[in-house]
């Protein structure tokens, strides 16, 4: 049974960096394709990057340019480098498969960013 465990949200000002990561238990992890989505209060959760298996990147209009997903198969774990970070970023940030698979959503990582 497959686990994700979202780390390194935190606070920071607007312009700042961020890098999340997301630890995977499981076998089969390097066969998904991946994603970080987010989820602000009273909003719908959202795809903001995706890695296929073979490390092709897709991301959301709002965020490229200043993330970047990155995965280690080896490692069973999936990055977000998020730089020039601003305050509509704010959200809690999960991995999952994509697309999602609702068996595997974790207890996120909050990043919130403002002065």
């Known amino acids: 049974q497959v686990q994700l465990v979202e780390s390194g949200g935190g606070l920071v000002q607007p312009g700042g960096s961020l890098r999340l990561s997301c630890a995977a238990s499981?076998?089969?992890?390097?066969?998904?394709?991946m994603g970080w989505y987010r989820q602000a209060p009273g909003k719908q959760r959202e795809l903001v990057a995706a890695?296929?298996?073979?490390?092709?990147?897709n991301y959301a209009d709002s965020v490229k340019g200043r993330f970047t997903i990155s995965r280690d198969n080896a490692k069973n774990t999936v990055y977000l480098q998020m730089n020039s970070l601003k305050p509509e970023d704010t959200a809690v940030y999960y991995c999952?498969?994509?697309?999602?698979?609702?068996?595997?959503w974790g207890q996120g990582t909050q990043v919130t960013v403002s002065s």
């Open positions: 999952n498969a994509a697309p999602s698979s609702d068996d595997h």
């Open positions: 499981g076998s089969i992890f390097s066969i998904y394709a």
């Open positions: 890695i296929t298996s073979g490390g092709s990147t």
